[in-house]
């Protein structure tokens, strides 16, 4: 078996990364998305994402594989670790340069492990190890850290003696419902009023919403909605964002049908005054990017959140996963659920005092799981 690092995706086969993904159809790791993040600036060595993934091939044929970044900060992760990196500077030794297997600037939990179907999962994974833990001797590398894997990887890292970390967002699932009036059936009386009082905002101000996905996309609706994205990044924080107007120009038209764009509309002229960018695959939807040119009322709930509840139910997707934070989502139905991260760190003394902290955060969180999910909107049984 030979182990490789990769400076670009483009070293690796598409046909043989994506044949890797298998059915679920996760956007966020496609050969093509990766490649349009490297080449139009949103990661490489001047944003301090240096691609080097890591892939495993027996007999020139691609096995296994996880996304590999070497990162010079923390930024774009969303997985909080500066109280690690602080500690690290306070005992005199440098917490960056650090590897992530992650979806850069997007946290969306997903497999990170790609492997061939009939290998040895355990196996490929203790080579894949070893391969972090040669290239990190060799550069002086703090850690790894694997951020947002789906669920069903953490037993198998938690077997491998990485330290696992928990944390929560706020996720929708949907239970077989018929329609968006059918969902909030099953609300207690106020919080459906509520909803209903938002929704009904939305007309009230003239605005129409309009969503576009597959065939229906195009590079002006891509532009369009590029301007209510700097838009709205300027005015929050005056950064433009992670993304370059180059990635939403040079999109590939290969994963159209992966991605969702909703659009609000004033109702006299057409004019476009808002929206929201979602992914999906086969089983879920990924609410990612929002932005509007002029302020409306709840435009933001209808366009992040209630579009993407009716989206699900009509496309039969099973969750939707609106993005991290936001305790507000909890009252229009998003319940609060575990998030998990994977972490490798080379010093043993600091690798025993991650354990540490990651099992007393770990309370902290299940207390606070707990305590959010009083908050739902729902009906009790």
């Known amino acids: 078996m030979k182990i490789s690092f990769h400076n670009s995706i483009e070293e690796i086969s598409r046909e043989s990364w994506d044949a890797l993904i298998g059915d679920l159809n996760y956007p966020f790791l496609k050969h093509d998305f990766l490649k349009t993040l490297e080449i139009t600036n949103c990661v490489g060595t001047n944003t301090g994402w240096i691609p080097i993934h890591i892939t495993i091939e027996r007999d020139k044929e691609l ?23 602080n500690a690290f500077y306070q005992h005199g030794l440098d917490y960056y340069p650090k590897l992530v297997s ?21 196996v490929l994974f203790e080579k894949i190890k070893e391969g972090v833990k040669m290239i990190s001797s060799k550069n002086n590398i703090s850690s790894w850290h694997i951020l947002f894997p ?17 944390n929560a967002q706020f996720i929708w699932f949907n239970k077989n419902y018929k329609n968006f009036e059918n969902y909030l059936e099953n609300f207690r009386s106020r919080h459906r009023k509520n909803v209903l009082k938002e929704r009904n905002k939305i ?14 996309l195009d590079y002006e609706i891509m532009n369009k909605f590029y301007k209510f994205y700097l838009s709205t990044n300027i005015k929050r ?29 004033k109702k006299l002229n057409n004019e476009m005054v808002g929206g929201s960018l979602f992914f999906r695959d ?41 993005g991290v934070q936001g305790e507000h989502k909890i009252k229009r139905g998003f319940s609060p659920t575990e998030t998990f991260s994977a972490h490798w760190i080379a010093d043993d003394r600091f690798r025993e005092a991650i354990d540490d902290f ?24």
């Open 237 to 265: 924080s005056g950064f433009s964002g992670y993304l370059t107007k180059q990635f939403f120009l040079n999109f590939p038209k290969t994963l159209f049908s992966n991605l969702v764009i909703v659009f609000a509309k």
């Open 102 to 122: 992650s979806i850069p600037h997007t946290p969306a939990s997903g497999p990170r492990f790609l492997l061939k179907d009939g290998e040895e999962k355990s």
């Open 150 to 166: 789906e669920k069903d990887e953490i037993n198998f890292y938690e077997n491998s003696q990485l330290s696992i970390r928990k």
């Open 63 to 85: 096995i296994a594989a996880m996304p590999l970044y070497l990162k010079s900060h923390s930024q774009g992760e969303f997985v909080f670790d500066h109280a690690w990196a």
């Open 282 to 322: 086969k089983k879920n939807l990924y609410g990612r990017y929002w932005g509007c040119q002029e302020e409306y009322d709840c435009l933001h709930f209808e366009c992040c959140y209630y579009q993407g509840i009716e989206y699900c139910i009509k496309n039969n997707l099973e969750k939707f996963d609106p």
């Open 358 to 381: 990651v099992l007393r955060e770990e309370k902290h969180i299940n207390h606070y799981l707990e305590d959010a999910k009083r908050l739902l909107p729902f009906k009790t049984v």
């Open 203 to 216: 007309k009230e101000q003239d605005l129409i919403i309009e969503t576009l996905s597959g065939e229906a």
